[in-house]
C-alpha cells in the first residue's frame, strides 16, 4: 500500500482525499501490516464483503482475465511477473467493452447473491 497504492490514489484524488478500495476477504489482504495500513487511513474505504464473496468483487474479474495467459513455467520471478501483468492490463484498456459487460452485469451478480441468502455463486 505505502509503495505503490497510496502514492497512486493520491495522485489520482488527491492527498488524504477518501476513495474506495476493493479487496476480496484472501488472507494476504487481512495480515498484520495491511490491517494496520487499513486502520491508519480512514480516507481508504473498505467495503464488507461476505466470506465467499468474490464474484462480487469485480477486480477478480479482471485479474482472472490477466491471468488466463500465466506461463507458470516461465513466469516465476517478479520481473517477468511485471511485465506479464502490465502486457495483460494494457490488452485489457484496449477492450472497454470487457469493462462495460462488467459493470453492466453487476446488478444480476447481486441480485442472485441475495436471493441465495449470501452464498457463493458461479461467476
Known amino acids: 500500500m505505502e509503495q505503490h497504492l497510496l502514492p497512486y490514489a493520491a495522485e489520482l484524488f488527491g492527498e488524504g482525499e477518501q ?3 476493493i479487496i476480496d476477504n484472501a488472507p494476504w489482504h487481512n495480515n498484520q501490516v495491511c490491517r494496520e495500513c487499513k486502520e491508519n487511513r480512514p480516507f481508504v474505504i473498505i467495503p464488507k464483503f461476505p466470506p465467499n464473496g ?4 469485480l477486480m477478480e474479474t479482471v485479474w482472472a482475465e490477466m491471468t488466463n495467459t500465466w506461463q507458470k513455467n ?7 511477473l511485471d ?3 502490465r502486457i495483460q492490463w494494457e490488452a485489457l484498456r484496449q477492450r472497454p467493452q470487457f469493462f462495460s459487460r462488467l459493470v453492466e452485469g453487476y446488478s444480476a451478480r447481486l441480485e442472485e447473491v441475495v ?4 452464498h457463493a455463486i458461479r461467476w
Do not use: K
Not at 54 to 57: A, I, M, Q, T, V
Not at 115 to 118: E, L, P, V
Open 115 to 118: 436471493a441465495i441468502d449470501g
Open 54 to 57: 468474490s464474484e462480487l468483487n
Open 83 to 85: 511485465a506479464h501483468v
Open 74 to 80: 516461465h513466469e516465476r520471478t517478479q520481473a517477468p
Open 19 to 21: 476513495f474506495l478500495l
